[in-house]
């Protein structure tokens, strides 16, 4: 995103190119523009620019995208943690 | 309170059933933004039950999600309304919504638009169609300003209680004027952490949010120090200052990254995994200092 930048090689987005029909609807509900399209093939421009909201990979008819997509703030996952290892969570938290 | 909007069909202006439809959640601001923006016109709103929760978190949950729009058309009757079969959705529902299985299960077409709603007229004035501007997502200064007084709500009970423990520890050890003392370099702690960081957030250096929170909150530490007549100190208690406060404020700025519009879960993931137990050892380090200067 113009003017900001996270950390780089960490997100979980992959992209089966051989699977891909070159629809383009990946283009479309990315908000940070990742995939570009050539010759019916996308191809992840940006990784580094994915926030890890899934949105593509929901969206792609034939599941050539996969990404482990989720909250992504401290507090959520400090939560999921706990809840994970039954603890009683606080409440709060982003879009709790 | 209420941020409700009963789910349902609207109409704004007098729509016929030619005219589109664009579907939100029931967040009433987001509501309201749409119906503001959009009023002079001539459309349906369909709105889907979110349980008061925005379009992007909804999202997240799934409850703005492919199950909801099959439902809410149905239940309203839509098919009958209008004479089309497409929807107009925020992009910034689409963690929620797959277009294919909506089209398989109800029979509607999914366009999504725009990411903000401010964005509709032009693109129903252009033919519907999606401009590159209206797909990127950004993250102004406005839009960070907007964030901070919710964070600082959400951060409220929990600081409370940790100031009061605090406070009380520290005034029934050292006497009431450093438990004052304390108090103050914690709650800016936290405001700097909650508030400067995130509106300094381009400016400040590094990419990890919790590097970003360290550096703000040293600046905090650096502005408290002369304030709180640090000279007077010894070494260990600025030294405990120094590394307690900027843990504090890094702790409240990479929670900021749940409010932001580009950080990655998995990126947060690995922040946390190097930045929880360095700000748990800095407080450590720092309340043993405490304690060494008040007994050695
Ligand atoms: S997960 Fe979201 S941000 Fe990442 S590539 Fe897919 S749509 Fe874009
Ligand atoms: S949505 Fe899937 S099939 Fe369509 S272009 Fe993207 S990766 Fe290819």
């Known amino acids: 995103m113009k003017g900001f930048r996270y950390l780089k090689d960490v997100v979980t987005l992959e992209l089966d190119q051989a699977a891909c029909i070159g629809c383009g609807r990946c283009l479309e509900v990315c908000p940070h523009q990742v995939f570009s399209l050539a010759e019916k093939k996308a191809s992840m421009a940006d990784r580094d620019a994915c926030m890890e909201c899934g949105a593509c990979a929901l969206n792609c008819p034939v599941k050539a995208i996969t990404v482990d997509a989720g909250v992504g703030c401290a507090s959520g996952m400090i939560n999921e943690w706990l809840q994970e290892h039954k603890l009683r969570a606080p409440s709060g938290g982003c879009c709790s | ?296």
């Not at chain 2, 579907?23 to 509501?31: L, R, W």
Request: aromatic residues 8%.
């Open chain 2, 1 to 296: 309170m209420n941020y409700m909007v009963p789910p349902g069909l609207y109409a704004i202006g007098r729509p016929t059933p030619e005219d589109p439809v664009l579907v939100t959640a029931n967040y009433k601001m987001s509501y309201d933004i749409i119906r503001h923006t959009l009023s002079g016109r001539n459309l349906w709103i369909l709105v889907l039950e979110t349980y008061g929760i925005n379009v992007w978190c909804a999202a997240g949950k799934g409850t703005f999600g492919t199950g909801e729009v099959v439902r809410r058309v149905t239940a309203t009757g839509l098919a009958r309304v209008v004479n089309h079969r497409r929807l107009i959705l925020p992009i910034l529902g689409a963690p929620g919504v797959a277009v294919h299985q909506v089209a398989r299960r109800c029979g509607f077409s999914v366009s999504y638009a725009a990411i903000r709603a401010a964005d509709l007229p032009e693109y129903l004035d252009n033919g519907m169609v999606t401009t590159p501007a209206m797909q990127q997502l950004t993250f102004t200064l406005y839009e960070r300003l907007v964030l901070v007084p919710v964070e600082l709500v959400m951060a409220l009970k929990s600081v409370a209680i940790i100031a009061g423990v605090v406070f009380l520890l520290v005034a029934a050890l050292a006497g009431l004027t450093a438990g004052v003392t304390v108090l103050i370099a914690y709650v800016g702690a936290v405001v700097t952490g909650t508030a400067v960081g995130p509106l300094l957030l381009p400016w400040l250096p590094g990419k990890s949010f919790s590097v970003k929170g360290v550096v703000a909150g040293l600046i905090w530490s650096g502005v408290f120090y002369p304030l709180a007549g640090g000279g007077a100190w010894g070494i260990p208690t600025t030294i405990a200052l120094f590394l307690a406060l900027p843990a504090v404020s890094a702790f409240h700025t990479l929670n900021f990254t749940g409010c932001s519009t580009y950080t990655s879960r998995s990126g947060v993931k690995k922040e946390m995994r190097i930045a929880l137990p360095a700000m748990g050892g800095a407080l450590l380090v720092s309340m043993a200092l405490l304690l060494a200067g008040r007994f050695l």
